[in-house]
């Protein structure tokens, strides 16, 4: 795989909202996207740092469907089904 140096979050909402937000990926050998997510589904809240306008984002994990993580992260928890292809829904 390329060395990619952004990746992006897309947040899907329980009110049928999405969001589509992107990431640095340089800092990811030592905080991996995959276990900040985790670490919030145990405090109940996704916490983001958005740099434009300087502001912090708390989305409480009540309001979020699902995330997606693109591209995902080199080193993943051990708790990650990996290989995993998707099949049409029934």
Same mark, same amino acid.
Do not use: C, H, W
């Given at each position: 795989?390329?060395?990619v140096k952004?990746?992006?979050?897309k ?10 937000l992107e ?5 990811? !050998?030592m905080?991996n996207?995959?276990? =900040? ?5 145990? #405090?109940?809240? %996704? ?14 994990? !009540?309001s979020?469907?699902?995330?997606e =993580?693109?591209?995902?992260p080199?080193? #993943?928890?051990? %708790? ?11």
């Amino acid at each position: 795989m390329a060395d990619v140096k952004t990746g992006f979050l897309k947040i899907r909402y329980t009110d049928g909202r999405s969001q589509r937000l992107e990431y640095e990926r340089a800092g990811e !050998t030592m905080v991996n996207v995959a276990k =900040v997510i985790q670490e919030g589904l145990q #405090l109940g809240v %996704l916490m983001l740092q958005l740099p434009d306008p300087d502001r912090l984002l708390a989305i409480p994990f !009540t309001s979020i469907q699902s995330i997606e =993580v693109v591209p995902p992260p080199t080193k #993943l928890p051990s %708790l990650v089904i990996k290989v995993v292809n998707e099949m049409e829904q029934q």
